[in-house]
């Protein structure tokens, strides 16, 4: 759940879910799905990286969180195909989450797409209506 949107210097992430867990999840694998082609990648138990953050609020939890599964990546090379959300505190802004997937071999086995340098605030939004949450990230490119 999903898309990217033109943006003048940099690519606008949209994702929706559910639920505002849903929603963050597929933040994190729609910045994934930018650097890789992720079917490429595989779902190994054995190459399962967690991640705590904590924010102020919901936009800087946002921003932790992606930007703790880019450190990921960066340090580690690790792709998330899949992320799981496995403690969600939105009254002290708190996430403990799972991301699944493995390391980046982008000569061998993964595509190499477009390398994302960094999360922005630049017109961050995360709208809840009824039961559906959107999210919208601009990240430098």
């Given at each position: 759940n999903y898309e990217y949107l033109d943006h003048t210097a940099d690519v606008q992430f949209h994702s929706w879910g559910k639920t505002k867990e849903e929603a963050f999840e597929q933040a994190v694998v729609c910045m994934f799905s930018y650097i890789t082609d992720l079917p490429t990648v595989e779902l190994r138990a054995s190459n399962t990286v967690e991640v705590r953050v904590t924010g102020r609020d919901l936009q800087s939890l946002?921003?932790?969180?992606?930007?703790?599964?880019?450190f990921q990546f960066?340090?580690?090379?690790?792709?998330?195909?899949?992320?799981?959300?496995?403690?969600?505190?939105?009254?002290?802004?708190?996430?403990?989450?799972?991301?699944?997937?493995?390391?980046?071999?982008p000569r061998t086995k993964h595509p190499q797409g477009t390398e994302v340098k960094a999360?922005?605030?630049?017109?961050?939004?995360?709208?809840?209506?009824?039961?559906?949450?959107?999210i919208y990230v601009i990240v430098d490119i």
């Open positions: 946002l921003y932790a969180f992606m930007d703790e599964f880019l960066s340090v580690d090379g690790h792709v998330a195909r899949q992320v799981k959300i496995l403690e969600f505190d939105e009254t002290n802004f708190r996430i403990k989450a799972e991301g699944y997937g493995e390391k980046f071999q999360i922005t605030y630049s017109a961050m939004q995360i709208k809840i209506e009824n039961d559906r949450t959107d």
